[in-house]
């Protein structure tokens, strides 16, 4: 019997330690903050995870608390990638979410009604030929959406934070004043954002006169008023997708201000040495006919003719042409930067915008 004892106890010893052992590594992995969909690599500032969610939804704290832009998950399950400096960043290798049965030309546009909030959904539409906007756009001043707040900071090309901005542009389907297709976006979300892939699928439904599957979602975080991005994904239609497939989020920020996305306070970033905000919450309402407070696309886009050929700083990321001594082109990444010598107007057929700091 004391044998069989001398043998058991140590046994029993060593199963109680290793239950121990991986009971304590259990709940260590169960804190461990999981790898970001985008990068597959853990992230430095993981999102705080909501008190009063019953969910356990990712909620980013206000940034003016020095809370992570980007990261979390929002309510149907999309990951949000974290912003790292890139406007713009690919979603899902780039390959859009259409399903299979919304590949006709039949042209139509659909806007989701705004939530509990005031806050639009997803906007989308079969974009056609005969959709393209001839006007000028109207007035859309009397639209407040969500999250809307009047102010200016001096570094801001047109001096205004936020613009309204149009899920699909106006030059896309003539849709002006509509509040369903209407968010509060940075005047940096509107055109180092948004503008070149609205242009890129203007001037492919304009010269092919072909069809394009479009669809710009703009994604919150729990209640938040403002969102923090848009996912744009475009298919072209006739070709399946050989010209134009983009799967694509664009971040609404603005370099040099902090963002509280509950709410859309700000507040100069203290960062941003060179910044000086002039006119935080003047109450002013900007006037729609004043285009130092643009909205999202206001027209159709424009080709100048009869150009000559000059220099220009492209950032391959975003789709924007620079003048080379613009400070975008000191802030841009060396792997986004490419110096092009040609004419302006085959930058815009090629789907580039200009920027709107530098306005080359």
Known sequence: MKRILRILLPALLLVLVLLGFFRVRAMLLSHVYAPDAHTGSASGNS???????????????????????GGGQTEDGFVIPVYNGEEIVPINNNVPGFADEESGTA?????????????????MGCIGPSMLATEERGPIGMIRPAGWHTVKYEFIDGLYLYNRCHLIAYSLCGVNA??????????????EGMLGIENSVYWYVKDTENHVYYRVTPRYIGDDLLATGV??????????????????????????????????????????ESARSIAPDSGEEASDSDTSAPDSEDAAPKIQSGESDATYILNTNTMRFHL?????????????????????????????????????
């Open 107 to 123: 042209e139509f546009y659909e806007f989701s009604e705004l939530d509990e909030l005031g806050r639009p959904g997803p906007a």
């Open 47 to 69: 999102p705080d995870v909501s008190s009063d969610s019953a969910d356990s939804i990712y909620h980013l704290e206000a940034a003016n608390d020095a809370g992570s832009i």
């Open 324 to 360: 080379p001594d613009c400070q975008s082109v000191q802030d841009m990444k060396e792997k986004n930067r490419k110096e092009y010598f040609g004419t302006r107007e085959k930058l815009l057929k090629d789907g580039y915008s200009p920027c709107g700091r530098c306005q080359p």
């Open 178 to 191: 509509d509040e369903r297709n209407l968010i509060t976006g940075t005047r940096y979300l509107n055109v």
């Open 231 to 272: 996912q744009m994904e475009a298919y072209s239609v006739e070709d399946h997708g050989k010209a134009l497939s983009l799967n694509m989020f664009c971040f609404n920020v603005q370099p040099g201000v902090l963002i509280d996305y509950k709410t859309g306070d700000n507040s100069l970033d203290p960062k941003y």
